[in-house]
Each structure stands twice: as structure tokens, then as C-alpha cells.
């Protein structure tokens, strides 16, 4: 017969539980750290774009320091930082403020952060599919302007955007330089009258194989993507677009209000 | 010496380039049409939730049968479709919209898609870490309640959210029904005074495996990460949230301007 103790009894059946219990906690913790990080991170908040060491950072969040490895880990799978031998965790991440607020092209928006170039895939005219003719408020099958651009900043990826114009306001557009100027600031000058309001829609998805790829990014990464359907100041929807971010390259950033 | 014709050879040398450009063409019809019908999806425009069959898609939207089985194919990826045998591609997604013009907590904002109910994981006070202390205005290493909920719209797992409140107001909220609540409202009775603005970040990321575990889905699956700082009315800064929002459950929606 063999003798146990019973304490060891209990260590034999509660070890594995309160280990469960321990990762399931320091999971927590990591993304609970890794969500203050990821901020100041994306503030510019440290100098040089070099992270505290792990010890540091541990004293300062009260974490210790399986805790903020892991958070580390958290932010390097997002490619916010990467580990640099000699030097220590360093910001490596690109990622840009689009305006939330008012209705903003790219090139308007990013200014302060470089230049963007577009590079069209596709312009030319097709025959409107009902859902497309039905929302620019033209008839079923009336001609449209589709455009396909992949829009860089310094050159760099950062949008596939797929767009219809009503052909009216389209035919501008083809002796337009779309390389270099948004499509909002081509459509206020043919319209000879400024935008007006957009109706938007955002979403989280994971990228297609195909979409990744021209968007030089992994397969399955998430893409922030905004559907969103322009009209002038007289009301007239004029411009739809559907259009894919790379995830880890913007932000959409704005200000709510509780009343209107 | 071996003979070809040129035809032959020219034929040897274009198929697979040709092969190549008529894959990729297919690819960005097939996104181009995906991105019309995801939006009818989303819209519930389809009686019944079932889609037209493939021939009448394909005409309807000018599109061949290898396109439209290539669109719907994406459509299923993202888990917003799925067919069944006898009756053709369904609708299955539950995808709601939140408002991303007025501040509205959850239960607010889905009040009319379902009930919202939080699962409270975590809540206690905790030395305020230093961006946290600096973004709510307290001292460094001052008191804040810390309060992590698993929020679920008929039972659903539809967010993660990571919240900070100033002890001030956090002690109201530890007696309060926060399973049933949200905390902007019980806020707002416990300060006496309405929500005023909140700062607010979007971002698409991949979820990490124990985030994705939490929210019951697949690692790496395309996740809506907002960073909110909430105001009083007053201006005084009373809510830090992280929220991770499954996108696969979510669209943001709202109404840009092109001047305020």
C-alpha cells in the first residue's frame, strides 16, 4: 500500500487548476499592460522610440516580469515593436491618424505625415449594378465610372480603395491626375461646389488572399474596412467607396459627443 | 534540330502569363462584387435572408459564373454566408450596428437588436499606472477602479472591454448592478451630470490567442480595438476603456461632415 501525504494529495489535484488559473491571470495582466503600451506607443510617447526595460516597466506597472514579457509579445505580434539586440524593445510601427471627424480625403488627412501616391489598377466606365445605381440615385444599369486605386503613403501600402462615380461627374476624372490628388478634391472641383456630408460604415475583417497580397501584407491580416458614400453640399450622392486599410498602418481617430 | 511553330511558341510563352492576368482579374471582380453584396447582406436587403442563385447574381451584376461563385466564396470566409444544401447561399451573419456619431454605451446603442448582459471578470482598485493616471487627471499612482467585462448581446460573447474609472466614482459602481448596466449610465446618475465628449481611437488588429479565447474565436480572427476616454459634461475625464469588439459581430456606422 502506498502512503500519501494528504497535502500532497491536494498539490497533485489543485496544481494543474491553479496553474490554469495563473496563466489565465497573467494572460489578463499581459493584455491589460499591452492595451497602456500599445498607447503610449502609438503616442510617440518614448524617446527615441525605445521602450523602458522589462524591469523598469515592471516596476512602473506593478507587473512582473513574466507579465510584461508577455505584453511585449502582445505588441510584437501586432509589429508595433520589435526586439533589438543590444538595444532592447524599439518602436517599428508606421501607423497614421486618419481624421473620424469631419469627411477627409487621404492625401488631406495624412499631409502632416507624407506623401500619397495612387497607383490605378482599373478606371473605366461600367454599366451600374442595381445596389451601386440605387445608392448614387441613378438609373438601373446608367453608366458609372469604376475605379480601383492602391494608394501608398511614401510609398508604402496603405489602401486598396475601390470606388463609383456617377459618369456625369466621372468623366473628369479620366483626364484627371489621379496619382497624385485625392477623388474628393477632383469631384469638388468638376461639381464647382464642396462635399457635403458621408454616410460611413467600419468594420473589422480578415484579409483574402488576394487582397493581402496587393496590399503586400500576410494573408488573414485584419484590414479596417470603410464602406462610405459621399454626397455634395446640395445633397447629390456622388461618390461610393469601398475601401480596405491595412490594420496595422492606421488609426481612425475622433471625437463623440453624448448629445448632438 | 527541333522545329516550332512560332504560333507554338508564342502561344508557350503567353498562356501562363496570360493565366496569370486573367486570375488576378477574376480576383478583383470577384472583391469588387463581394464588396456590392456584402453591403446587401448587411442591409438585409435579401428577402428571407437567402441569396439569388448564382445565375441570376451573375446577371444581374454582369458577372460569370466563376466570379460570383469566387464573391460568395469571400462572403463565406468572412462568415456572413454559408450555404445549405437544398436551399443555396444563406444569410448567417449577426452583425450590428453601433453608433459612431453620438457617445452611446453598448446597451444603448443595441437596444434595439437584443439584450446586453457583461459578464464582470475582474473589478477591484488598483495604483493607477502612469498613463492612466495622466489621461484621467488623478495623481500618479492614485486610486482607480479597474473593471474588465465580457459583454454579450443575446448571450453572444460581442466585446472585451478594460475600464478605469477614478476611485471617486468607482465606489459608486462596486455596489452597482454592472451585469445589467452600462457604465456610462450608472456614470452619469453617480456624478449627477451627463457625459460630455469622448476621444476616440478605431483600429483593426488580430486578436491574440487568449483574447480570442475569451470572445470564442478562431486566433487571429479581425478585431475592432477602441480606445475611448470619456468626459463628463463638465470636461473632467471619468472612463479609460480598451474595448476589443469582434468584427465579425459589429459595424460601426455614422455621418461625417466636410466642415463642422
Redesign the interface.
Known amino acids: 500500500m502506498v502512503h500519501r501525504m494528504p497535502a500532497e494529495r491536494t498539490r497533485q489535484h489543485t496544481t494543474p487548476v491553479a496553474a490554469a488559473r495563473r496563466r ?1 491571470l497573467r ?2 495582466r ?3 499592460l499591452a ?2 503600451l500599445r ?2 506607443v ?1 503616442a510617440g ?1 518614448f524617446p527615441d522610440g525605445v521602450l523602458p526595460h522589462e524591469e523598469v516597466i515592471g516596476a ?3 507587473a512582473s516580469r513574466n507579465t510584461v514579457r508577455q505584453a511585449l509579445d ?1 505588441l510584437r ?2 509589429q508595433l515593436v520589435e526586439r533589438q539586440p543590444g538595444v532592447g524593445t524599439v518602436v517599428v510601427c508606421r ?1 497614421y ?1 486618419h481624421a ?4 477627409r480625403g487621404l492625401a488631406e488627412t495624412l499631409h502632416a505625415h507624407g506623401r500619397v501616391t495612387n497607383e490605378v ?2 478606371i473605366n466606365p ?2 451600374a ?4 445605381a440605387d445608392r448614387l440615385r441613378i438609373p438601373p444599369r446608367g453608366e458609372v465610372l ?1 475605379v ?1 486605386r492602391l494608394r501608398r503613403l511614401d510609398g508604402l501600402p496603405l489602401s486598396l480603395d ?1 470606388t463609383y462615380v456617377p459618369m456625369g461627374l466621372g468623366l473628369s476624372l479620366l483626364d484627371a491626375d489621379l496619382e497624385n490628388n485625392d477623388v474628393f478634391r477632383l469631384i469638388e472641383e468638376a461639381a464647382g461646389q ?13 484579409a ?1 488572399a ?2 493581402a497580397a496587393v496590399l503586400e501584407a500576410p494573408r ?6 470603410l ?2 458614400l459621399t454626397h455634395l ?1 446640395d445633397g447629390s450622392p456622388v461618390d461610393l467607396e ?1 475601401i480596405r ?1 491595412r ?1 496595422d498602418r ?11
Open positions: 489565465r494572460a489578463d499581459a493584455r491589460q492595451d497602456l498607447h503610449q502609438l510617447r512602473d506597472y506593478g502582445l505580434a501586432e501607423k491618424p473620424l471627424d469631419r469627411l489598377r482599373t461600367v454599366a449594378p442595381a445596389p451601386v469604376y480601383e475601390l464642396p462635399l457635403g456630408t458621408a454616410e460611413i460604415s467600419l468594420e473589422a475583417v480578415n483574402d488576394h487582397s488573414g491580416t485584419a484590414l479596417l474596412m464602406e462610405r453640399a469601398f486599410f490594420g492606421l488609426t481612425m481617430r475622433g471625437l463623440l459627443h453624448r448629445t448632438l
